[in-house]
C-alpha cells in the first residue's frame, strides 16, 4: 500500500492550478498524471456527468454513476463541478474559474470548445498566461480534422491494429486492437508531457500561455516502433500474417496458465535447452539459430508446448529468470493484486470512497525520490465542489446549472 | 525554438524505452547528447530496417526514427579518462537518463550517489522493465515480454483463443512517454526548489497505470473482463471488418441506436432500421454475430476510404485500418506537416514520423536527423568540456573517446 510519507512532501507539480473540460479518457488522464503529482485539477462535467461514469466496471456489475471504476480511477485527486456550458451564467463562471489557472486541458471537438466559449483567439485574449491543450483525434487541422472518432477507429488510424493478429495463416482475422481505450491513454499522456513543455514556454514567452495542440491519431503512428520505417527505408508493408523472423517469442500454456516465452539472444535460448535437460529434439538442426528456429517455428512449437504444457507457471519464470532468461507471466489481474514485487514496491494505492467504499487502486507509475506521487482524495460525486469552487471565486453556484438526476437502476 | 532549449541531457539509454522518453526531450528542445560505445553500441543501431536491406550503425530505420534531433559522443566508459568524460558532462547538464539493466550504472562508477554528488540540481530517471528495487528488480525484462508481463496479454485477444500480444512492444513507449512526463514535473520542481531527484520508473507499473478498466473489475467483483475481441460492450457495431482489396479493414464504432439508423441509411439498407434484431443496443448485443456478418458483407465489397468518406459524412466514427505504407502516404498526416525529412548524410532524405503536438507560441520542430554515432564527440569535448585541441586528440589517439 502507498502510505503518506513521514513528513507530507508537496508534490512536484504543487500549485499549478489546472482546469480540465472533456470527455472520456483523454485529457481526464493527462490532468490525473498532473493532478498525482500535486496539481491542483478542477474538472468540469456537464449535468449528466462524463461519460466514463457510465462505462463501469461497477461492482456487481450495477451501473451507478458514482462507482465506475474507470472514472474512479481518473478522477482521485480532482475537485469536480457541474456547469452546462450550453447555458450563458454556467460559460460566465467557466471564465471566472479559468482566470486564476494556468491551464485549460480540453479533449472536446473543435467545435464544441468555440460553442463553449472556448475558441483559442479570445480566450488567449482574455486569459493571456494560460495554457490551453486541446487533445483532438485527428488534431485540429487538415482534412481529417472533423472526422468523428472513437478509441478503436483511432487504434487504426495510427497504424497499430493493423500490426496485431493471429499470425501466419489467419488471414480471415480482423487486426485486433489492444484491451481498454489506449488511444485515450496515449493521447493523455502525450498531452501532459506536452503541456508541461508549453508551462516551461511561459518563461520564453513573457510569461504568456500558448495552444498545445495534440493529434491522437500522430500519438499512435509515433509510437509503431521499427514497422513504420520498413517503408521509407525499404518499400515492405509491415504485416501481422508474417512469421516472426525470430523465436521463440510466443504464447505457451502451462498446466496452471499461461507464460510467455522469450529467446532473443542465442545465449537465452541455450539457456533454456539446458533447463529442459537438452531434450533429442531441441539438438536438431532445425533449430540451430534464432532465425531457423524462426522459419521452423511451426514444428518447434509442437515440441515446446508437449514440454511447456506440464509446467508450472511461476516455477518455470523464476528458473528462467534465475538463468537470465526473459520469460514472463502472462499476468492475470489476480495475479497483479497478488504480486509479491508489486506489494513490495507498495504499487497499489488504497482509497475510501463515499459511494464506491474503500478500493485499492492501480498506484505510481513512477517514484519521484523528493516529490512522491500520493493520492489524497477520491474522485469527485457529481457536482460535489460546485459550490465550493464558486463560491471561493464569489460566484452563486444556484446561478449555474444543477446536476441531472441519477437515472441508473439502482 | 522549442520550450527545453537551454535544458541538456545527458542520455545513456538504449534500445527502445530510454531513447523514446529522451527523444520526447528533444522534442521539446532539450540538448539530448546520446553517450554511446562501440563495443556494444545502441541494440536498434544493429536492426533494420535499412535502406537497400545494407547494414550499418548509422542506417537503421528504427534508430533513426527515435533519436532524431539528438547528438552522441563515444566514449569508453571502462577507461578512467572516459569515465571523467561522462561524469562531466553530467555535471554540466540538467537530467541524466538510462535503462541498463539493474545495478550497471553504479557498476559503471555513474550511480546516483556519485552523480547527485557531483550536480546537486541533477534529475534522473532510471527506466526498468521491474523498477530499482522489490523481489523481482533483477529479473531481465525485454520489451515483447512486458506486455503479458503488465497484464495486458490476458485481457487482450479474440474471443476464445489464447492471450495474445498488441503489436508492439507497448511497455517500452508507453514508458518512455510516461518517462518524459515525470523527468518534467521534476525540472518543474528544480527549478521552484533548486533541488534535483532520482526517478524510479518501471514499465510494468506504467502499463497498469493504463489499464484500470482490467485492474478495477478485478478489485471491484474478483474478475477480469473476458478477452473480446475488438468488441465493446456499450456500442455495436464495433469492430474492424473486412474491405475490399488485398488485406484491407476497416474500423467502424456505432455509439447509438440514431448512429445506428444513419448507419443502415448509409448502408443503403433503410429497411435494417426497424429490424427488432438490430433496433436497441441490447438487440445488437444480443444477435453481435449476425449483426458484424450484416456488416462485413456490405464493407468487404467496398474500399475503407470509400467506406471512410461515406460514414464519416453521416457522422459515424470509421476509418480504414492504417499499414505502414498508409501511414506513410496519408494526405492529412502530410497537409498537417506531421512528417520529417531532413538529409542524413548517410542514408539521405527518409520520411519519418514528427512531433505529435503543435505549439503556438513555442513551436517544436526536428532540427536534425538521428545522429551518426560519435558525430558530436569534438563539439561536446572541446565546447561543452572545454578541453583544448591536444588533449581532445590524445583521448582520441588513445581510444577513449571516438
Sequence with gaps: ?410 | MGPLSGIRVADFTWVWAGPHATLQLAHLGAEVIRIETLQRPCVTRLLPPWPDGVPGPNRSGYFNQFNQGKRSIVVDLKTPEGLDVARRLVACSDVAAENFAAGVMDRLGLGWDVLRALNPRLVMIALSGYGAYGPEHEFVSYGPAQVPLSGMSSLTGYRGWPPMHVGISYGDPNGGIHGAFAVLAALWHRERSGEGQYIDLSQWETTMAVLPEGIMDAVMNGVAPERNGNRDPLMAPHGIFRAAGDDRWIALAIRNDDEWRRFVNAMGAPELADDSRFATLAARKANEDALEELVTAWTASRSPEDTTALLQRAGIAAFPAMSNRDIFEDPHLRARGFFVELEHPEIGVRRHLGIPWRMSGTPCAVERPAPCIGEATDYVLGEILGLDTATRDDLRARGVVA
Design chain 1, 1 to 410: 500500500m502507498t502510505v503518506a510519507p513521514p513528513t507530507p512532501a508537496r508534490g512536484a507539480l504543487a500549485g499549478l492550478r489546472v482546469v480540465e473540460c472533456g470527455d472520456g479518457v483523454a485529457a481526464a488522464y493527462a490532468t490525473k498524471l498532473l493532478a498525482d503529482l500535486g496539481a491542483a485539477v478542477v474538472k468540469v462535467e456537464p449535468p449528466g456527468g462524463d461519460s466514463t461514469r457510465r462505462r463501469g466496471p461497477f461492482p456487481g456489475g450495477e451501473p451507478h454513476r458514482e462507482r465506475s471504476g474507470l472514472f474512479l480511477y481518473l478522477n482521485a485527486n480532482k475537485r469536480g463541478v457541474v456547469l452546462d456550458l450550453e447555458r450563458d451564467p454556467d460559460r460566465a463562471a467557466l471564465t471566472r474559474v479559468l482566470d486564476d489557472c494556468d491551464v485549460l486541458l480540453s479533449d472536446l471537438p473543435a467545435a464544441r470548445l468555440e460553442a463553449c466559449g472556448l475558441a483559442w483567439p479570445q480566450l488567449h485574449t482574455s486569459h493571456p498566461a494560460l495554457v490551453m491543450t486541446a487533445i483532438a483525434p485527428f488534431g485540429l487541422s487538415g482534412p481529417h480534422a472533423a472526422y468523428h472518432a472513437t478509441d478503436l477507429t483511432l487504434w487504426a488510424a495510427g497504424g497499430i491494429a493493423y500490426l496485431n493478429g493471429g499470425g501466419p495463416g489467419t488471414d480471415d482475422m480482423p487486426p485486433l486492437k489492444a484491451f481498454g481505450q489506449q488511444a485515450g491513454f496515449q493521447g493523455g499522456v502525450h498531452a501532459a508531457v506536452a503541456t508541461m513543455g508549453a508551462l516551461f514556454g511561459r518563461a520564453r514567452l513573457g510569461g504568456n500561455g500558448q495552444l498545445v495542440e495534440v493529434s491522437i491519431q500522430e500519438c499512435l503512428a509515433s509510437i509503431l516502433e521499427l514497422t513504420y520505417a520498413y517503408w521509407p527505408y525499404m518499400g515492405l508493408v509491415a504485416s501481422r500474417l508474417g512469421q516472426k523472423p525470430i523465436q521463440p517469442l510466443d504464447f505457451f500454456e502451462c498446466r496452471d496458465g499461461w507464460i510467455y516465452l522469450c529467446c532473443i539472444e542465442e545465449h537465452q535460448w541455450q539457456q533454456f535447452v539446458d533447463l529442459m535437460e537438452s531434450p533429442d529434439w531441441a539438438g536438431i538442426d532445425l533449430f540451430r539459430d534464432r532465425l531457423s528456429r524462426g522459419a521452423n517455428w511451426d514444428a518447434l512449437k509442437i515440441f515446446l508446448q508437449e514440454w511447456v504444457r506440464e509446467q508450472s507457471v511461476r516455477e518455470l519464470y523464476e528458473t528462467a529468470q534465475a538463468r537470465r532468461v526473459p520469460f514472463a507471466p502472462v499476468s492475470t489481474m489476480g495475479d497483479l493484486l497478488r504480486s509479491e514485487h508489486l506489494g513490495a514496491r507498495g504499487f497499489f494505492a488504497e482509497l475510501a470512497h463515499p459511494a464506491a467504499g474503500r478500493l485499492r487502486y492501480p498506484g505510481a507509475p513512477y517514484q519521484l525520490g523528493r516529490t512522491p506521487w500520493v493520492l489524497r482524495s477520491p474522485a469527485p460525486l457529481l457536482g460535489e465542489h460546485t459550490a465550493g469552487v464558486l463560491g471561493a471565486l464569489g460566484l452563486d453556484a444556484r446561478a449555474v446549472a444543477p446536476p441531472a438526476p441519477a437515472t441508473e437502476s439502482r
